[in-house]
């Protein structure tokens, strides 16, 4: 079959719907499970048992449209939570897609489409929760031990905020085997394509991440009556280690390389009082595992030789390591001929910098990602925003790719 015939306006119309739903000005505020999540997947359940999808909440909240049938289909969609405060796109666009995609495939006999929205992918869990859990990588028991990141006092547990999974619609299980593949649609979330002037990113790979907590343990003492020869200033240190971090990841980065010195916590944090303690993160992301590695092990040896040099003490530890993940070959080249013929000369392969629930789907089925441009390459912020025209040419672009693999299969 040629291209699935979309309607974008259709589609647009869902996405600006989905944004009334904890709208507050440009943003949008739908953490996993709260009130406004809720009636985002009932709103979204409801718009799939309209289109003839037959609707399924697995245990963690993760929402199905499947078409009728067991056969097995494509698997498009993304996620509809947000940040505490997050924009209206990140997540909710992709699960539109997915929505229009199948039901323009029902609706015109084309193959079959399933789409979905994940749940908890902005970490009020944990990290990419729901599809960590349907894909294996994390144990449903492990994911009920995790707690609200976001609350301060008396956290909830995944436990007791996925009994709302039964307020969305009938709850079962949705094997990933009943899937051929997986096409992510996102907004970039940065400002390559923006700045290019460039409609499309088809993704290569999803970056990996290592991540160091490092406490810097000094002496706290009077401002005005330490000496300076004599202080263990913590704080000076810190200064002292980004300074030497930057010089030494510099050599050992590529194009696309990042980090961040993202949390810095110091005690006692008083005008008067030399500082006596900094806890800091550092977090590094490429696509390759050998860079990622060796720059890691650098951060680690390096907060040892400040702490050394300065007199003080060091407290490591390792955090999350999330290793890269390589997009399909098939789809990829799928994608990339529908952008060429959709959007000639305004594409391009690239990395996605960011994690995505595809970072987990990859590891039971193939998957791939298409990028649509982020207007100043603003995230996780109300200001977050696409053209209209990018957002309808995006869903054309899956259209014509899932026409082309419906030939291929």
């Given amino acids: 079959m040629s291209r699935i015939p979309v309607d974008p306006a259709r589609m647009l119309s869902d996405l600006d719907h989905l944004r009334t739903i ?13 009130d406004a999540d809720i009636a985002a997947r009932r709103w979204l359940a409801g718009r799939m048992r309209e289109a003839g999808l037959e609707v399924t909440v697995d245990p963690c909240g993760n929402l199905f449209g499947l078409p009728p049938g067991d ?24 699960v539109a897609c997915g ?20 749940q908890d992918e902005e970490g009020r869990f944990g990290r990419l929760t729901g599809s960590s859990v349907w894909t294996g990588q994390m144990s449903l028991a492990e994911a009920d031990a995790c707690r609200d990141e976001d609350a301060t006092r008396d956290p909830v547990r995944f436990a007791e905020a996925r009994r709302r999974a039964a307020e969305i619609g009938p709850v079962g299980t949705v094997p990933p085997a009943r899937f051929v593949a997986f096409i992510e649609p996102h907004i970039e979330q940065g400002p390559v394509l923006d700045r290019a002037g460039q409609a499309l990113g ?30 263990r200033d913590a704080l000076q240190a810190f200064a002292a280690y980004t300074v030497a971090l930057n010089a030494a990841f510099a050599p050992m980065a590529g194009e696309r390389t990042v980090w961040t010195l993202g949390r810095a916590v110091v005690e006692p944090n008083a005008n008067s009082i030399v500082p006596g303690a900094v806890t800091f993160t550092v977090q590094v992301r490429d696509a390759e595992v050998a860079r990622l590695d060796a720059m890691a092990a650098e951060a680690r040896a390096l907060a040892g030789r400040v702490a050394e040099a300065r007199g003080l003490a060091l407290e490591a530890s390792s955090g999350f390591s999330v290793e890269p993940v390589q997009m399909d070959a098939r789809l990829r080249h799928a ?11 305004r594409w391009r392969s690239m990395p996605s910098g960011a994690l995505h629930d595809a970072s987990n789907v990859a590891m039971v089925l193939p998957t791939a990602m298409l990028f649509a441009p982020s207007i100043g390459g603003i995230s996780h912020n109300p200001s977050e925003d696409t053209g209209r025209a990018d957002l309808a040419t995006a869903l054309e672009v899956l259209a014509e790719a899932a026409g082309r693999l419906s030939l291929e299969v």
Wanted: charged share 15%; net charge negative; aromatic share 6%.
């Fill in 71 to 94: 056969g097995r289909c494509l698997l498009v969609g993304s996620h509809s939570d947000t940040q505490p405060l997050g924009g209206w796109l990140d997540g909710a666009w992709g």
């Fill in 22 to 34: 904890g709208g507050q000005g440009t943003g949008v505020a739908r953490r996993a499970f709260s």
């Fill in 202 to 231: 088809v993704v290569e790979a999803i970056v990996g991440v290592r991540q160091w907590s490092f406490r810097l343990v000094g002496e706290a003492n009077h401002a005005g009556t330490t000496p300076m020869p004599l202080r």
């Fill in 335 to 345: 994608l990339e001929a529908a952008a060429e013929a959709v959007a000639p000369g």
């Fill in 99 to 118: 929505l229009e995609l199948a039901r323009a495939a029902l609706e015109s006999g084309g193959p079959p489409v399933a789409v979905v929205s994940f």
